[in-house]
Structure formats: C-alpha cells, structure tokens
C-alpha cells in the first residue's frame, strides 16, 4: 500500500515527465523542414518524416482490392528514386474536405498533373491504405473519412517527381495529411531534422548563418508559417554563444528607408527570441538594408544572419 504523502510524490513525478517528454516531442518535431514541392496545409504541424534511398515504389492510380489475400491497387505504376515521407497532423478546426479542396486547387496553381483521386469508400478499405500501402498505423480510420491523391510535378520542376497524399481523419477526430514524393534520380532535397549541434557547428566555421524558415509580414512581425525553432534551439543548446541578428533588406525605397526598415525587422525578431527565453543580452539587432549584398548561402537577397560577436 502505497503511502499517501508518497503517492502525491508519484503523481507529481509522472506530470513532470510527461511534461518533459512532450516538450521533448514538440521541439524534435517543430525542427523538420516542410518539402520545397508542395506547401503544407495552414495550421498544420510535421509529426513524421522518414527517407528512403533508391526503392522501387508502386504509384497507386485505382482503388484498393483483396485478391487471394494480398492488397492490391486496380492500376499502378512503378517508379525507382528517392521517396520522402512526411505526416502532418492538421488543427481540429478543419476537416478532411477543407484539407481535400485546398491540395486540389495547389495542383492547379502549381500545374501539377492530377492522376488519380478518390475520396470516401470508393478509395477501398483505411485499413489497406494505413497498413498495406502506407505501412503507418495512425493513417487508419472510418473509410467515409479518407481521401487520396496522385499527381506528378509540373514540366518546370526537374525529374517531373511523383506525389502522393492522403487525408485520414482518424475515430479519435484527429486529422492526417500524409505525402509520400518520390523523385526519380535522387532527391533535390532532403528533408531531414535541423540539427541544433550541426546548426552551432555551420555558425561557428562561417562565422554567420542566414536563419531558416522566416518571413516578414510588414516589417511588423513573422507571417503565420514562419520559424524560429531552430534559432531558439541554437541559442539554447549553447547558453555562451552571443551574436548579432543582421537583417537585409533590398528593394525600390531610398537607401535610409530601407535602413530603418531593416532595423526594425532585426528588432522585432530580437523581441521574438526574447520573449522566447534567450537571455537579450546575447542578442544585438542590427539593420543594413541593401549595403552588405554578398553572402554565402543560397539566400542572398531579403534575409536575417546569426553572426558570432
């Protein structure tokens, strides 16, 4: 018989460790990279990413069957390359349909060519699709509830990758959106986690690294899709490192303008890492517009530098 004052001690330790492990979860997941292929659904979060090198993968193009005990598509199609997973668990405050129309209308914008879709029963069974096709269990729920849809790049993108996503709402109401891309010849890109230790390292032999997956909104503040988890990681990982946040900025207004304008994006995101636990005293923000154009990253235009005092 467990003791009472010993049984709050438990209850407590439990909350604690779950709390550590779910922040623990939250910040390894907040640091995946969205693919550049496709943008992702608003309010959305990664949960998964896994990659493949070199397999042979069956495109499905027709819905899903049984025959003598093994799942197949009525027409497929096989492709060899690298194929990148990726599950996004979308806010409850969308469903299944929302998350369907507003991929079907990013195929349209993008001149992605749209092979094949289904939506409901006519998909075929969730459960194939989760554990037959997919080999994800959380993609399995009511099959009313499943959408799919394959598509292939447009002519403008190289190799013409192949796409597949499906949209699962599962019993318990929480929403999947999964990509499967498979480009033919090797992947552009990797989509991998953002290392906080490979981010110091970068730092420190360049001296400077331009801060990922930011965007201004009206020098103000970051659009909605920004963020700043790799930066917090960074600076959290290594409390001794202090540096200067250079914000640059080009464009058609007179160079004192653009000036000020960058000044105030180095502010705003200084208050941003602030308000997020970085001690401000490691953080000096600095605008120069249009007067420092060479960098050497890919980024070189509109950007914000990490650079070592």
Same mark, same amino acid.
């Given at each position: 018989?467990?003791?009472?004052? %010993?049984?709050?001690?438990?209850?407590?330790?439990?909350?604690? %460790?779950? @709390? !550590?492990?779910?922040?623990?979860?939250?910040? +390894?997941? *907040?640091?995946?990279?969205?693919?550049? %292929?496709?943008?992702?659904?608003?309010?959305?979060?990664?949960?998964? $990413?896994?990659?493949?090198?070199?397999?042979?993968?069956? =495109?499905?193009?027709?819905? &899903?069957?049984?025959?003598?005990?093994?799942?197949?598509?009525?027409?497929?199609?096989? =492709?060899?390359?690298?194929?990148?997973?990726?599950?996004?668990?979308?806010?409850?405050?969308?469903?299944?349909? /929302?998350?369907?129309?507003?991929?079907?209308?990013?195929?349209?914008?993008?001149?992605?060519?749209?092979?094949?879709?289904?939506?409901?029963?006519?998909?075929?069974? *969730?459960?194939?699709?989760?554990?037959?096709? !997919?080999?994800?269990?959380? =993609?399995?729920?009511?099959?009313?509830?499943? !959408?799919?849809?394959?598509?292939?790049?447009?002519?403008?993108?190289?190799?013409?990758?192949?796409?597949? &996503?499906?949209?699962?709402?599962?019993?318990?109401?929480?929403?999947?959106?999964?990509?499967?891309?498979?480009?033919?010849?090797?992947?552009?890109?990797?989509?991998?986690?953002? *290392?906080?230790?490979?981010?110091?390292?970068?730092?420190?032999?360049?001296?400077?690294?331009?801060?990922?997956?930011?965007? !201004?909104?009206?020098? &103000?503040? &970051?659009?909605?899709?920004?963020?700043?988890?790799?930066?917090?990681?960074? %600076?959290?990982?290594?409390?001794?490192?202090?540096?200067?946040?250079?914000?640059?900025?080009?464009?058609?207004?007179? $160079?004192?303008?653009?000036? +000020?304008?960058?000044?105030?994006?180095?502010? $705003?995101?200084?208050?941003? @890492?602030?308000?997020?636990?970085? /001690?401000?005293?490691?953080?000096?923000?600095?605008?120069?517009?249009?007067?420092?154009?060479?960098?050497?990253? /890919?980024?070189?235009? /509109?950007?914000?530098? =990490?650079?070592?005092?």
């Amino acid at each position: 018989m467990i003791k009472p004052g %010993l049984e709050k001690t438990l209850v407590v330790s439990a909350s604690l %460790l779950l @709390l !550590f492990l779910s922040s623990t979860l939250s910040a +390894q997941t *907040s640091n995946f990279r969205d693919h550049p %292929l496709f943008p992702k659904f608003p309010d959305s979060e990664i949960t998964e $990413v896994e990659f493949e090198e070199d397999v042979n993968y069956r =495109l499905v193009l027709g819905s &899903l069957q049984r025959t003598r005990g093994l799942v197949s598509p009525e027409i497929s199609e096989r =492709l060899r390359g690298d194929v990148t997973k990726i599950v996004y668990e979308v806010s409850n405050e969308f469903n299944g349909q /929302d998350v369907y129309a507003y991929f079907r209308e990013q195929i349209q914008e993008l001149d992605y060519g749209e092979l094949f879709t289904c939506a409901g029963r006519e998909c075929g069974s *969730s459960n194939y699709w989760a554990n037959d096709i !997919f080999r994800n269990r959380i =993609l399995y729920g009511p099959e009313r509830n499943q !959408f799919y849809i394959a598509m292939r790049a447009g002519p403008d993108v190289e190799s013409a990758p192949h796409i597949a &996503l499906y949209i699962i709402t599962r019993g318990n109401r929480r929403l999947y959106a999964y990509f499967e891309v498979i480009e033919i010849g090797g992947a552009q890109t990797r989509i991998d986690i953002i *290392s906080p230790t490979a981010f110091i390292s970068s730092l420190q032999e360049q001296g400077s690294i331009v801060i990922p997956d930011i965007d !201004f909104e009206n020098d &103000l503040g &970051l659009t909605d899709d920004s963020d700043l988890s790799s930066t917090v990681n960074l %600076l959290q990982t290594d409390p001794s490192l202090r540096i200067f946040l250079v914000a640059h900025l080009s464009g058609q207004d007179d $160079v004192d303008t653009l000036l +000020q304008r960058s000044q105030q994006r180095a502010n $705003v995101l200084r208050q941003l @890492l602030i308000g997020r636990g970085i /001690d401000g005293n490691r953080i000096i923000a600095r605008g120069v517009g249009p007067l420092a154009p060479s960098c050497n990253e /890919d980024v070189c235009d /509109d950007r914000v530098e =990490l650079v070592l005092q």
